[in-house]
Structure formats: structure tokens, C-alpha cells
């Protein structure tokens, strides 16, 4: 996330938001999602000393939690044994050849062989 200024032609002022860029699947085009409005720099001088490097901070701090909100941690314990009997095991090997082969008609072509 990053600190957006927005300079307002018909106000003269200077708009400061929080945006995040990201990529429209459909399109495949980059662009803004706003993540929160501020106000006016103006406005916001009365209140923080200098407000772009304090937003600028927390827009930082935003994308720090954003980060660590994505993260996970997965603990295995390898001295662990299955219990007899249960066969939890797949065979998905074959999945992309078949339906490569399915693709292609191949089953079509050997049932037709086969019966000539």
C-alpha cells in the first residue's frame, strides 16, 4: 500500500488517500483500489506536523500486517505413524495423460481399431 496524492483541479487542493495496486484478472490491467480516504493535505496539516511522512508510515505498517496476515505456518510431526489399516493413499499421476488423451480422441481412435 502506498500514500496516493491527488491534486484537484477545480478545488486547488491536494487529496491524499491509501491505495493498493492490483490486477484485474478479467482485463488483465493494473489499477488503484482505494483502501482508505484521508482528506485534504490542507486539513491535515493542522492536525500532523508533516502528514505525508506520517501516512506514508502508516501505509507501510498496512502492508507490514497485510503481509503477515498471508503467511502460514504449518508444523508436521514426523514421529507420527498412521494407524493399520488406513490406506489414505492417491494415485493422481495419470490425471494430465488422461485427459491429454481425451483431448486428443485417442480413446476414440484405439475403441474404432478395436473393433475393425
Known sequence: MYLKKTYRKES??????IAQ????????VSTDRTV?????????????DDPIVHFK?????MTEEDI???KLTLTINMDEQLAQGTDNRRN???A?????YHELGLHR???????N
Not at 482508505?36 to 500532523?48: F, I, N, Q, R, W
Not at 508510515?57 to 505498517?61: D, F, N
Request: proline share 2%; glycine share 6%.
Open 92 to 94: 493422481f499421476g495419470y
Open 21 to 28: 495496486k492490483f490486477r484485474n484478472p478479467e482485463t488483465n
Open 68 to 70: 503477515t496476515k498471508k
Open 12 to 17: 486547488g487542493r491536494t487529496y491524499l488517500v
Open 109 to 115: 481412435f484405439f475403441n474404432n481399431r478395436a473393433r
Open 96 to 100: 494430465a495423460i488422461l485427459k491429454i
Open 57 to 61: 508510515e502508516v501505509a507501510r505498517k
Open 36 to 48: 482508505k480516504s484521508l482528506g485534504y493535505l490542507d486539513e491535515l496539516e493542522k492536525e500532523y
